[in-house]
């Protein structure tokens, strides 16, 4: 049974940081590609930051540049997500996304609540 669970999310002022984690299981970890995507309220899921499953490779959204860190622990089988210089605009619920390139293969979490406010 596939499983993606997310942790680490959280109320936080403008400038903090949060570290959010994603624990898998069910599947063969290190060859998928991992992602993290966030929806706010009113908004379309977008794309934060990706690692591909091989090489370490990371790609992250502009408005995440510079401040939001993606890495991988495949002897864990955990993504995470560090996100430092926070603002109000990052406020969204945060998921986490498997994915197995040239495969139908796509999994999601549940998503975990970022807030960022004064």
């Known amino acids: ?3 993606l669970v ?3 999310g959280g109320l936080v002022q403008p400038g903090g940081s949060l570290r959010l984690s994603c624990a898998a299981s069910g599947f063969t970890f ?4 991992m992602n993290w995507y966030r929806q706010a309220p009113g908004k379309e899921r977008e794309l934060v ?8 490779s990371t790609n ?6 510079g401040r939001f860190t993606i890495s991988r622990d495949n002897a864990k ?6 996100m430092n210089s926070l603002k109000p605009e990052d406020t969204a619920v945060y998921y986490c996304n498997a ?3 040239y495969t139908a293969a796509d999994y999601w979490g ?6 960022v406010s004064p």
């Open 1 to 3: 049974q596939v499983q």
């Open 49 to 56: 930051a990706g690692i591909i499953s091989t090489r370490r």
């Open 77 to 82: 089988n955990t993504v995470y997500l560090q």
């Open 99 to 101: 994915r197995r390139r």
């Open 30 to 33: 290190s060859v998928y590609d």
């Open 60 to 65: 992250y959204a502009d408005s995440v540049k």
């Open 6 to 8: 997310e942790s680490g």
């Open 110 to 115: 549940r998503g975990t609540q970022v807030t």
